[in-house]
């Protein structure tokens, strides 16, 4: 389009109504979808409901169906569940009950429904969808509406967002609330494994997924489980042996615990469920081990949702409205996908189908069929587990010569540990020596290498900050040093992990190789900040965990403000929060639109004292209203002058009256604590593809008897760009780069500033130019990104 921004601004909503619905079983971040829809839709003008208590209330009718307010969505966004209810109901799955609620939509003139819940709930909207012109006719046939109010009213409009914790649903890397789902898993397996170390014991962990294994996978990949049972991988006959055979093994090694992970509908090669008892009297007749069953049950369901998923949700709740907007006569029902991490629209009934799909393939005992149906991204995790999960013995791995170094460089960032786990022991399977290099490119120079084992990484995955110690020193006024290191260890392939400096350290890694011929060697880089401002990646390992964090600080801040206020009477107050980040914007900026901010200061959009003023008499605007709390987030480092302490001044100086200010650094909370389900996940994943890069370079690269290779593409980061994994020569990203603000030139998140402000009530133009657009999912290939790999 060549005007995006004009177009966007012609998608007006007046006159038209819109209905938001929640169906089936609850999910973290549907409430931040709501939200979504609710202010999306007020702010293009048009009318939105709530429909309580999914079909049911749109069955029922009367109270159920009540018109939404922007103030009446305020707070939603980190509460779990769903606010306004959501229900099973056999009614509309009769004519009857789908006439009572097209009789009750149309008394409204709502003819834009939008649907949150699984393929269930999406499949009965579309055939609502389907009949609304016979419903019409039979209403009209009984008197109940009239001729004009069936012509108004002739086409109903449906966009689906799934929301889910099992991520069962085919043409989305994500479903809302899975990410939610894993958080509440992890943690429940990282306190466990603290008590299993301290008695030696095997834990046995139930987790949800009566139909789909992702959760059980998953949360295997996280935590390094030792055993995982899925409904899409039956195991072969004599499992049991294997499986105790390996516990054992384990056991052999001075592991102090196992681990074995059951998906509820887990079933062998006979289709016979594999309970957790049954596992945990196996484990014990066998083995003899001290042995607990946790089920966790629908404690996966609850808390608060993650970063991840408000996100996800805000992001898809303005999409679903747009694409609303957008629908004419013929356009078929949509849903709102993630597709790496871009928002995608797909057809509703084609997803639907595949989803189907996948549990005929299961039914019929097509196991292998099952797993490609549902999709690269799974296939990917189960591939990476295998491949992680059992140590080859020596005879069985592939002949190889090389030796492979690893490290990390800059600042710590959860998740780097599980990154080098994978990395080690991808590397072993694939034959080669791998070596740890200590305390970054200082550690290097110094000589700080040795070699690192199978089992020297394990329980690494779960560990936050750097087990191999980093620093921010650059390499190159010792490359003489770390040449000479390079010879007497004899390393053929370099791994760095880490932010900014380690992208700087690879160049001149490079740019070194026309003076020392030790530098031609196979590089690779994986990007690991909090500050996710690393040239040709998206997204950056270690970002997820600090968004969790500094989501989890934003909500302690209020709660405990909640419970002063109530105490004290006072009514109305405003956080000022200083984010880290150095001069980029993304924590603040991604970390405001997942705690609902009503203003973020960054670097890479100026403002000054007229724009603060602005946002102080919009915020003041607000609190008059009904809006209790306010928040406003600043990058550390957005400007020289107007400090997190000046603008806390200024906004309880000119708040005089109306509400009080309270002022928060939260400093480096943000880079500790355990990693993040996804940092977990896209460490292990991003290391692994990584290492099957070194091993193929490494191969083309050897010649006469020695590694050698001076060209740029043998020097490389490893980042996800929009929808793939991909390698990309430094040399070549240096065009792209900011290197005395230490930030890309360009970056894709900036987009997601004026839907931060749109959800803030602030007037604002969104470019819709990545976005919409349908698209068309093929059953015999699923469409799944590379990037989805990360997730």
């Known amino acids: 389009l060549a005007d995006t921004r004009k177009f966007f601004e012609n998608l007006s909503g007046a006159g038209k109504s819109i209905a938001v619905l929640t169906s089936g079983g609850d999910a973290q971040g549907m409430n931040g979808a709501v939200r979504a829809v609710v202010r999306m839709g007020i702010y293009v003008g048009a009318k939105v409901y709530f429909i309580h208590e999914g079909y049911q209330g749109m069955v029922d009718g009367g109270d159920n169906i009540k018109e939404a307010t922007w103030e009446s969505v305020s707070s939603m966004l980190q509460v779990g569940g769903t606010v306004i209810g959501s229900a099973r109901c056999k009614a509309f799955r009769t004519h009857e009950g789908r006439l009572k609620a097209a009789h009750n939509l149309v008394q409204r003139h709502i003819t834009n429904l939008c649907v949150i819940g699984g393929d269930g709930s999406l499949t009965g909207a579309n055939l609502f969808r389907e009949e609304w012109s016979s419903l019409l006719d039979e209403l ?3 008197g109940l509406i009239d001729a004009e109010a069936a012509r108004a009213n002739s086409k109903l409009h449906i966009v689906g967002m799934v929301g889910s914790i099992d991520n069962d649903f085919c043409g989305t890397d994500m479903t809302i609330g899975t990410d939610s789902a894993l958080h509440r898993i992890i943690e429940v397996v990282d306190a466990i494994m603290t008590t299993a170390q301290s008695h030696q014991r095997t834990f046995v962990l139930e987790v949800m997924g009566r139909h789909c294994g992702y959760l059980a996978l998953v949360s295997a990949l996280a935590c390094g489980a030792d055993w995982v049972f899925i409904p899409e991988m039956p195991p072969a006959d004599g499992w049991e042996d294997d499986m105790c055979q390996k516990l054992s093994e384990n056991r052999a090694d001075k592991k102090r615990l196992n681990i074995i992970i059951v998906a509820e509908g887990a079933i062998d090669s006979h289709n016979k469920a594999i309970t957790p008892d049954y596992i945990k009297d196996l484990v014990v007749r066998c083995l003899g081990f001290d042995t607990r069953v946790t089920i966790l049950g629908h404690v996966q369901r609850g808390g608060t949702p993650s970063a991840f998923d408000r996100i996800l949700a805000s992001r898809m709740g303005v999409e679903a409205v747009l694409a609303l907007l957008e629908a004419s006569t013929n356009t078929p029902a949509c849903v709102v996908s993630l597709v790496g991490n871009q928002a995608v629209r797909l057809p509703l009934m084609e997803c639907v189908q595949m989803t189907q ?3 005929k393939a299961m039914d019929e005992k097509k196991f292998d069929e099952a797993v490609r149906l549902r999709g690269r991204s799974f296939q990917n995790n189960l591939n990476t587990y295998r491949l992680l999960s059992h140590r080859r013995a020596d005879s069985e791995l592939p002949n190889s010569s090389f030796n492979v170094a690893v490290m990390n ?12 786990r994978s990395a080690v022991r991808v590397g072993i399977s694939e034959g080669h020596k791998m070596f740890a290099v200590s305390d970054g490119f200082e550690g290097f120079y110094k000589g700080q290498i040795k070699e690192i084992k199978w089992g020297d990484v394990g329980g690494w995955t779960g560990r936050g900050g750097s087990l191999l110690g980093t620093k921010r020193t650059l390499p190159g006024k010792h490359l003489d040093k770390i040449a000479e290191q390079i010879k007497i260890h004899n390393i053929n392939a370099l791994l760095v992990i880490g932010g900014f400096e380690a992208f700087e350290s690879l160049l001149q890694l490079y740019e070194g190789r026309a003076k020392y011929e030790e530098l031609c060697i196979p590089m690779c880089m994986l990007p690991a900040t909090i500050s996710n401002n690393v040239p040709g990646t998206d997204l950056s390992i270690g970002a997820d965990t600090s968004l ?11 709660t405990c403000d909640r419970i002063k206020q109530s105490a004290s009477g006072t009514k109305r107050r405003v956080f000022i929060i200083e984010t880290m980040g150095g001069y980029c914007g993304y924590l603040a900026t991604v970390g405001g639109l997942a705690a609902g901010a009503d203003a973020v200061y960054i670097y890479e959009e100026p403002f000054d004292i007229r724009d603060l003023q602005a946002n102080v008499e919009h915020l003041t605007h607000k609190m008059k209203t009904s809006i209790q709390r306010g928040l406003v987030l600043r990058n550390e ?13 200024l906004y309880s100086e000119e708040g005089r009256g109306v509400f009080d200010c309270r002022m928060n650094v939260l400093g480096h909370m943000q880079q500790g604590g355990a990693p993040s389900p996804f940092d977990r996940n896209f460490g292990t994943k991003v290391a692994a593809k990584a290492v099957q890069w070194i091993s193929r370079t490494l191969k083309d690269s050897y010649k006469g008897g020695r590694v050698f290779t001076s060209s740029e593409d043998t020097a490389c980061l490893l980042g996800m760009r929009r929808r793939a994994l991909v390698f990309q020569p430094v040399s070549q990203l240096r065009d792209e780069t900011d290197f005395v603000h230490r930030i890309p030139k360009e970056q894709w998140w900036l987009k997601l500033r004026p839907l931060m402000k749109i959800l803030a009530k602030y007037k604002t133009s969104y470019d819709v130019s990545d976005l919409g657009q349908l698209e068309h999912v093929t059953r015999i290939q699923p469409k799944e990104s590379d990037a989805s790999s990360a997730i």
């Open 140 to 142: 009209q046939e009984q």
């Open 357 to 359: 799909e996948v549990q």
């Open 409 to 420: 460089v800059g600042a710590p960032a959860a998740g780097m540990n599980a990154a080098v």
């Open 548 to 558: 969790n964090a500094i989501v989890e600080s934003l909500w302690q801040l209020h």
């Open 637 to 649: 480092n957005c400007n020289e002058n107007f400090t997190t302490d000046f603008i806390y001044q």
